[in-house]
């Protein structure tokens, strides 16, 4: 059996709880050290970035779903792992006042059991999804767990932010406590018995860890994904930190202009998801391959004009800009998903989750690296040419990898109907 509509968007609703999660420590408990606290900017920027470094531990939670024949407990004990983690993250905030190094001695252990969280539940949820999901409906399955997942961030991020006024310490954890305690609720009641109905009772793979890993990489088709995620996912996140600055710096956008126009761009990358899940399982316009390429091609040349506006433009031109790139960005992370689930299956057998965890592993790493590249490049350039030029520069690069990682799309990511024929060390 496979995955019926009712049991992907039930799959759909552990990424929302994940996403409702995440979005507190990433944004609320951000601005509570930064702002309430006054502490620099710097330290939950390396409490993030830590929370991503730790989920180069992925290959290890999707290889153990693998082997241990029960994804539904990893998925469930991840959540749970998660939900401390988040709990102890918003202690540490009230500590943080009495005793710093107390502080943030617990930030640290809160961030480490975060990104153990993640990476647990997400990896074997996308793994299930990968081995459970008809062909056909990828592309779907891929559009409604992420934009499952961006509901429960928005919902989450509004609703808390509404609650949270007038702040206290113990309004914050009555706060956490209750979406944290909801969202492990939620995750065991909507993946409960979903695995058992759609893949057949396995046998323990007493394979050791770094074994079934270097198989993994031994084939040809994973180790160029794995190289394509990297590329494109640094891409991607390259802008993140650096696209409200170069609005306020080079626009003269207000802060709550900069805030609304981050705003348009996440609504242009929910609309480009919901074109391409729409377009390649509803009316089977295009193939993920296709759509990949696209999105990684139009995307570039969004970049492209928001260096130009930089330049040339009206502030009135950066707006539809930065939709545009948001647009193409939500069409390729949608279509690169689908195409994840695709290739986790080939190969050898009960390696799904290894192989979503090693391109889990490389979006984490690309994530920090890429956010934290594009930051450093503007800082340097700023010193010694104008900010438009500075900022138009990294964008332009942006454009260029995200180039590179069309060109890397068409090469690796098979055409439909294609068999590929497996040969010793592919």
């Known amino acids: ?22 979005v507190l420590t990433t944004s609320t408990l951000n601005r509570l050290m930064v702002v309430e606290l006054a502490l620099p900017a ?17 290959p290890n939670w999707g290889y153990r779903s693998d082997t ?10 991840g959540m749970a792992t998660l939900a401390a983690g988040a709990l102890i993250a918003a202690l540490a905030i009230p500590l943080f006042e009495a005793t710093f190094a107390a502080g943030l001695a617990l930030s640290i252990l809160a961030y480490i059991m975060i990104g153990v969280g993640v990476g647990a539940s997400g990896t074997s949820l996308l793994a299930l999804l990968a081995t459970a999901t008809l062909p056909q409906r990828r592309a779907a399955a891929a559009t409604i767990v992420w934009l499952m997942m961006i509901f429960g961030i928005a919902v989450t991020a509004g609703v808390v932010g509404n609650l949270l006024d007038p702040y206290s310490h113990a309004l914050l954890l009555k706060i956490v406590a209750i979406v944290t305690g909801a969202a492990v609720a939620i995750t065991a009641l909507a993946v409960w018995g979903i695995e058992a109905r759609v ?20 084939e040809r088709r994973a180790r160029n994904f794995t190289v394509f995620v990297f590329l494109s996912m640094t891409a991607y996140f390259m802008q993140e930190l650096i696209l409200e600055p170069y609005a306020g710096l080079v626009f003269n956008f207000t802060p709550g202009q900069s805030t609304s126009l981050s705003g348009a761009q996440n609504g242009g990358v929910f609309i480009g998801m919901l074109l391409v899940g729409i377009a390649a399982t509803g009316l089977k316009l295009g193939t993920l391959r296709v759509w ?17 506006v930089g330049q040339t433009g009206p502030n009135s031109a950066l707006l539809p800009t930065v939709v545009a790139l ?75 990898l995200f180039l590179a990682a069309a060109a890397m799309a068409l090469a690796i990511i098979e055409k439909p109907g294609h068999t590929p024929v497996l040969v010793p060390g592919e």
Request: charged share 15%; hydrophobic share 55%.
């Open 326 to 400: 948001g647009f193409f960005n939500g069409m390729f992370a949608v279509a690169a998903i689908g195409s994840m689930m695709a290739l986790a299956g080939e190969g050898r057998d009960r390696r799904e989750g290894t192989r979503m965890g090693l391109w889990g592993a490389a979006q984490a790493i690309a994530a920090g690296f890429g956010g934290l590249s594009g930051a450093a490049l503007v800082d340097a350039m700023r010193l010694t040419t104008a900010d438009a030029t500075a900022f138009g520069t990294v964008f332009l690069i942006e454009a260029v």
């Open 42 to 58: 710097i330290l939950p920027g390396l409490l993030v970035g830590l929370h991503y470094g730790i989920q180069i531990t992925r």
């Open 292 to 308: 990949v390429v696209a999105g990684c091609a139009g995307s570039a040349a969004a970049l492209i004009a928001i260096a130009s």
């Open 68 to 77: 241990g024949g029960k994804r539904t407990r990893w998925i469930i004990g």
């Open 199 to 218: 893949i057949a009772e396995r046998e323990p793979d007493p394979t050791p860890f770094m074994e079934g890993l270097a198989e993994v990489w031994r």
């Open 1 to 22: 059996m496979k995955l019926s509509w009712v049991q992907i968007i039930r799959l759909g609703i552990v990424q929302m709880a994940l996403g409702a999660i995440v």
